[in-house]
């Protein structure tokens, strides 16, 4: 049985609550646009593609009117705001209800976000059967936060590659502060059957260098057009490290993930969370830094892993802008 992060009934959005798992699989009720927003901001969903397919879904629970979903997009699109598919899904739906003109704003609304997930469980699937083809059977792969069915629309994208190649093993960082590779990337391969191995964030340059490790697969939440990668804060680490070792480093994203608006990482917006997520064991008084998340830069990245097929960084812009 598929693991589903979100689900539309009778007129609500039901959200698989990522902040109780992996102890409890609870459901919560989105009602309203600013319900989705609060859920988002919360990390109660999470994943730059499925955030932004939940944002679509959110604005079908606006009021009827074109003022009143006006207003939800602003909300919605302000969520968070380093991952490109928030408001680019925002964005969407919107010229859907632009474009038509119709009365019943919310129920063009519904149709353009249930596009924009069927679309994207589509381009997991591709993402999946393409980066399949580069590891060897049975690889042992090493990754950081959660990318599967948990943060997109369908299998997931880094995770997509894992299932459809078939691995025998994979190293999943912790990824703190928020621990979503402990607990949701080790809940996805759990529930797949896929052996997984949890390893501390630090730990990871010498699993690179002890376990016989063949790829780095990594997400990302956006890319500039020079295929600079924002990615969860100690992806640039991996990296680095994957170089140092002579270990491919893969990013695997959906086109919709490209944002050709963006020359470079320098530009991307950084989201910086709240301090107590890292002070829960410090003393009284300390401070905090807390990035959600860093750039690596493209010369560190092997190849993109699209739903397009498998580009370098420096063929992304132009596949992109042709596909």
């Not at 390893?199 to 939440?221: F, M, Q």
Request: charged share 25%; hydrophobic share 45%; with cysteine.
């Amino acid at each position: 049985m598929a693991i589903e992060p979100l689900t539309w009934t009778r007129g609500s959005l039901r959200v698989l609550d990522q902040t109780a798992l992996p102890r409890h699989e609870r459901r919560i009720g989105c009602r309203t646009p600013a319900d989705v927003a609060r859920a988002i901001r919360e990390l109660r969903v999470r994943g730059a593609p499925l955030i932004g397919i939940a944002a679509a879904y959110g604005l079908a629970l606006a009021p009827n009117s074109l003022d009143a979903v006006a207003r939800a997009a602003k909300v919605l699109a302000s969520a968070r705001p380093t991952a490109v598919n928030l408001r680019a899904a925002v964005d969407r739906v919107m010229k859907a209800i632009a474009v038509t003109r119709g009365r019943d704003v919310r129920a063009i609304a519904l149709a353009e976000a249930r596009r924009i997930h069927a679309e994207d469980a589509a381009m997991c699937e591709s993402i999946g059967r393409h980066g399949a083809r580069l590891l060897p059977r049975g690889a042992r792969v090493l990754t950081i936060c959660n990318t599967g069915a948990l943060a997109t629309g369908g299998i997931g994208t880094a995770y997509g590659v894992i299932k459809r190649a078939r691995v025998s093993v994979v190293y999943a960082c912790e990824t703190r502060p928020v621990s979503q590779g402990a607990r949701l990337t080790m809940y996805e391969l759990a529930h797949d059957r896929i052996p997984g191995v949890l390893i501390a964030d630090g730990a990871a340059a010498a699993a690179l260098r002890e376990h016989a490790i063949n790829a780095v697969l990594a997400g990302a939440d956006r890319i500039a057009r020079n295929g600079d990668t924002a990615n969860k804060v100690g992806t640039y680490a991996l990296a680095i490290a994957a170089r140092e070792h002579g270990i491919p480093f893969y990013i695997a994203a959906p086109r919709t993930t490209v944002d050709l608006a963006i020359a470079s990482g320098r530009d991307i917006p950084i989201e910086q969370r709240a301090e107590s997520e890292v002070l829960r064991d410090a003393p009284a008084g300390a401070r905090a830094w807390n990035p959600a998340f860093d750039v690596t830069p493209a010369r560190l990245i092997s190849s993109f892993i699209t739903d397009s097929g498998v580009v370098p960084a420096s063929r992304l812009r132009t596949v992109i802008r042709d596909s």
